[in-house]
T-cell receptor, first 115, second 111 residues
Framework: DTGVSQDPRHKITKRGQNVTFRCDPI?????LYWYRQTLGQGPEFLTY????????KSRLLSDRFSAERPKGSFSTLEIQRTEQGDSAMYLC?????????????FGPGTRLTVL | GQQLNQSPQSMFIQEGEDVSMNCTSS?????WLWYKQDPGEGPVLLIA?????ELTSNGRLTAQFGITRKDSFLNISASIPSDVGIYFC???????????FGAGTILRVKS
């Protein structure tokens, strides 16, 4: 399967713990995005990487959130000192830099539950 | 921030019927996309539209990019049970890197 993959698919944690999610984009895609989706809503943009450079961050990305893409391939999203409000589906997407760069392909998501 | 108004919020239709949903915005977008999401999964891209007035089909799906660049619609013809799910519109502005999503249309099909 050459689609976007995310790990883990589900994570349950206690408030105050740190969690880290991983995203592996489609191999030839150099653009990578993180979104957050809560129940009954569409995905909301968190951050964007082109290769290893983080070029855009949403105001939704508080200081407790950090994302990296060290070698321009996979990416990690870390949430420190989790809060119950962080419970959501975290989605990763990737796209090319060609003419169809606006077509973002999503992974299956990581469902986070903070108790 | 930008918001997309997607309607209807949900619909419950008979198998074989045609379905129509739309999305409007106060902002201009240079790309409109339609996604389908099944429970517990990520959104799957159905159709991408790049030009104002463009009409694009993908099997039983047809979508149009409004001429004002502020709206789009999606039609599904002859619905089948596997069409159930949540359909999202998303817009991409000329400058920037993010997609802005609507709140989704929940489609339920009676067999």
């Amino acid at each position: 399967d050459t689609g976007v993959s995310q790990d883990p698919r589900h994570k349950i944690t206690k408030r105050g713990q740190n969690v880290t999610f991983r995203c592996d984009p489609i191999s030839e895609h150099n653009r990578l995005y993180w979104y957050r989706q809560t129940l009954g809503q569409g995905p909301e943009f968190l951050t964007y990487f082109q290769n290893e450079a983080q070029l855009e961050k949403s105001r939704l990305l508080s200081d407790r959130f950090s994302a990296e893409r060290p070698k321009g391939s996979f990416s990690t999203l870390e949430i420190q000192r989790t809060e119950q409000g962080d419970s959501a589906m975290y989605l990763c997407a990737s796209s090319t830099s060609g003419s169809s760069y606006n077509e973002q392909f999503f992974g299956p998501g990581t469902r986070l539950t903070v108790l | 921030g930008q918001q997309l108004n997607q309607s209807p919020q949900s619909m419950f239709i008979q198998e074989g019927e045609d379905v129509s949903m739309n999305c409007t915005s106060s902002s201009i977008f240079n790309t409109w996309l339609w996604y389908k999401q099944d429970p517990g999964e990520g959104p799957v891209l159905l159709i991408a539209l790049y030009k104002a007035g463009e009409l694009t089909s993908n099997g039983r799906l047809t979508a149009q990019f409004g001429i004002t660049r502020k709206d789009s619609f999606l039609n599904i013809s002859a619905s089948i049970p596997s069409d159930v799910g949540i359909y999202f519109c998303a817009g991409h502005m000329e400058y920037g890197n993010k997609l802005v999503f609507g709140a989704g249309t929940i489609l339920r099909v009676k067999s």
